[in-house]
């Protein structure tokens, strides 16, 4: 790859895993220098090394977006450790459980919501308060297609996913005068951890039918969804905030 992001650099949430370690992956090998957070020290220890087999420059930061201290902590090892704040990725997420709405548990509900859009404001708070200091930055947003329609018993995490493409909206509107573009990106079914855990391993009746709902007659890859993270985080974007973009396999063109 070419190392357009040499002098940059990057904070990843959620880098531990998935959709955040391939797009730390594929940030080290642009040539950003990269912090990579994660609610596990050392699944971010585990990222930070594979960034540094590919050649990258890159620390690991344990940091739980829920909360306020432990995000601007995160924040401000970024810049101690590397100088400026250019990229952020607001990838940290949960699943949740699955239920119908009247089923659904109080604490679960919030809880998705605390991690999924709460989490993603306050990173964004702090992410903010360094760029517009700078008077430059780029900040993309992991929301879903689940941000931009609907899925039964997925009640918590089509909210927060939805509220994410709000928020993104809002903070382009307020920020592109100062220089940052904040963009969502709104991934179908990725096999990650994630499903896994969700119990949507390949061979089971679920994932077929989560195949089956992508006319690309497959699921996506973790690398593909970086891949479009990059390229929105890329001065090639450079006219491009407040939308939210799809990498789904044409999951919502139906
Ligand atoms: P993943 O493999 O589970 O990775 C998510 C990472 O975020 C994990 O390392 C997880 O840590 C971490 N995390 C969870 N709660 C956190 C918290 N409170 N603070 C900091 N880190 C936290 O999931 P993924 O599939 O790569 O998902 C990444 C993002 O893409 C999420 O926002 C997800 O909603 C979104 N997305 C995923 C898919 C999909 O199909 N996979 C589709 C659309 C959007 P633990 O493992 O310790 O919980």
Redesign the pocket.
């Known amino acids: 790859m070419m190392r357009e992001f040499e002098g940059k650099v990057a904070l990843i949430?959620?880098?531990?895993?998935?959709?955040?370690r391939a797009t730390a992956q594929a940030l080290a090998e642009g040539g950003a220098k990269v912090m990579a957070?994660?609610?596990?020290a050392e699944?971010a220890r585990e990222s930070a090394d594979l960034c540094e087999k590919a050649g990258g420059v890159c620390q690991a930061t344990a940091?739980?977006?829920?909360s306020a201290a432990q995000v601007e902590q995160m924040v401000n090892r970024t810049t101690e450790a590397f100088g400026r704040l250019d990229i952020a990725v607001n990838?940290?997420?949960?699943?949740g459980p699955a239920a119908t709405i009247a089923d659904y548990e109080e604490a679960a509900w919030r809880q998705v919501i605390d991690?999924?859009l709460i989490?993603v404001w306050l990173c964004m708070k702090y992410e903010l308060a360094q760029m517009t200091k700078a008077g430059s930055g780029v900040i993309v947003n992991?929301?879903?297609?689940?941000g931009l329609v609907g899925f039964p018993q997925a009640s918590a995490?089509v909210s927060a996913?939805h509220g994410v493409v709000g928020l993104t909206k809002s903070a382009a509107l307020e920020y592109s005068g100062q220089g940052i573009r904040i963009n969502s990106v709104?991934?179908?079914?990725?096999?990650?951890?994630?499903?896994e855990?969700a119990g949507m391993t390949p061979g089971t009746e679920m994932h077929e039918f989560l195949v089956g709902k992508h006319p690309a007659g497959r699921?996506g890859t973790?690398e593909e969804v970086a891949e479009l993270i990059l390229w929105l985080a890329s001065d090639r974007a450079s006219f491009i905030t407040g939308g939210a973009y799809l990498v789904d396999g044409g999951y919502v063109a139906q």
């Open positions: 949430t959620g880098a531990g895993s998935g959709i955040g957070a994660d609610l596990s699944a940091a739980d977006v829920t990838n940290a997420g949960i699943g991690v999924n989490g992991i929301s879903s297609i689940l995490y996913k709104n991934p179908g079914f990725i096999q990650t951890p994630m499903l855990a699921l973790s």
